[in-house]
């Protein structure tokens, strides 16, 4: 009741919308300096714009466009939006940039690892499952973009952007806010965001990135963010355990597997929503040691966490590249 009150003093007010789509939740804040825009009007131009990322790029919606290529067992051209073709466009980018690590069609081994929409496991895939599985993947063998189009290499390819089209479903709301005429705002959909401008106090906003542990929900460090996307991309909420170890559903392209190293969260802030998101999971796939490196290489912020297994901080290293340390200075 205070902060309204002041709200409504100082000739400006807070509008907070909430809700679900893309299979989790979203929030938007953002500051309205006129007190005139309609909430009710905002609100259905947002959900316009998730429909419409929806309606494109979900692999849960059977008519969707990255559905419908996936459907489509041939190898002709398969024309698509600019959106799609834009996203897709990133995505090539980052898979090369990674030597394969970010790949949008390592679908059929997520399933078979338990972590798609099938049957969860407990137990391990054999060799010849994975091999099996590691076939019908390799982005940059499978699918290609040019031209507003997509085209397979092989019949039996399919897309997921599930690690990218999040991040740009985020860029397409901020876009919408944007064309509202406000400039001071924060959209987050599943944990990822961006941010514009400041916070009702006036400062940075500030976002926590979470500690990267399975039963808690505590908050590792505390960053200031503006203008900005932000992604963190983590083992920890989505893994089974197997004679002593636990395999997460971040999987290796290259191998075919989980990734065994001890980097348990990789949180990353660049331009927009749609990198950070890709550019989160793709570091978290490479480790803290060649992540790190190619984050200083590009000049990325990012910020590794380790599993340290020493006690004292709750076991946890953090790293953070060179551009992160700058823009938290």
């Known amino acids: 009741m205070p902060f309204a009150l002041a709200a409504c003093k100082k000739?400006?007010?807070?509008?907070?919308?909430?809700?679900?789509?893309?299979?989790?939740?979203?929030?938007?804040?953002?500051?309205?300096?006129?007190?005139?825009?309609?909430?009710?009007?905002?609100?259905?131009?947002?959900?316009?714009?998730?429909?419409?990322?929806?309606?494109?790029?979900?692999?849960?919606?059977?008519?969707?466009?990255?559905?419908?290529?996936?459907?489509?067992?041939?190898?002709?051209?398969?024309?698509?939006?600019?959106?799609?073709?834009?996203?897709?466009?990133?995505?090539?980018?980052?898979?090369?940039?990674?030597?394969?690590?970010?790949?949008?069609?390592v679908g059929p081994l997520i399933d078979l690892w338990g972590f798609g929409s099938g049957k969860t496991r407990s137990d391990m895939p054999s060799d010849a499952e994975v091999a099996q599985a590691l076939a019908c993947c390799g982005q940059s063998q499978s699918v290609g973009v040019a031209d507003r189009a997509l085209q397979k290499m092989r019949p039996e390819a399919e897309v997921y952007l599930s690690a990218i089209g999040k991040g740009f479903g985020i860029d397409q709301v901020a876009r919408t806010l944007a064309g509202f005429g406000i400039t001071d705002y924060m959209v987050e959909i599943g944990g990822d965001l961006y941010t514009a401008g400041k916070n009702p106090d006036g400062q940075a906003w500030r976002i926590g990135i979470e500690t990267p542990e399975a039963f808690d929900r505590g908050v590792q460090q505390v960053v200031a963010v503006s203008d900005m996307g932000m992604a963190t991309s983590g083992d920890y909420r989505n893994f089974f355990d197997y004679e002593g170890k636990r395999y997460s559903h971040i999987i290796d392209a290259t191998t075919g597997r989980p990734v065994t190293h001890n980097t348990a969260s990789v949180t990353v802030m660049t331009e927009n929503a749609m990198l950070a998101d890709a550019w989160a999971t793709a570091l978290l796939v490479l480790g803290a040691e060649r992540g790190l490196e190619l984050a200083n290489q590009r000049d990325m912020a990012a910020l590794f966490i380790e599993r340290t297994g020493k006690a004292g901080d709750k076991g946890f290293k953090l790293t953070a590249s060179d551009r992160f340390t700058a823009l938290q200075a």
């Open 11 to 105: 000739g400006w007010s807070v509008i907070e919308l909430a809700g679900l789509t893309m299979g989790t939740s979203y929030s938007i804040a953002a500051i309205d300096h006129t007190n005139k825009i309609d909430k009710a009007e905002l609100q259905q131009a947002v959900n316009a714009s998730l429909s419409q990322v929806t309606a494109q790029m979900s692999n849960w919606d059977a008519g969707s466009e990255i559905s419908r290529f996936n459907a489509a067992g041939a190898t002709d051209r398969f024309a698509v939006s600019p959106e799609v073709a834009h996203v897709m466009t990133a995505a090539h980018e980052i898979n090369a940039a990674t030597d394969g690590r970010f790949d949008v069609t």
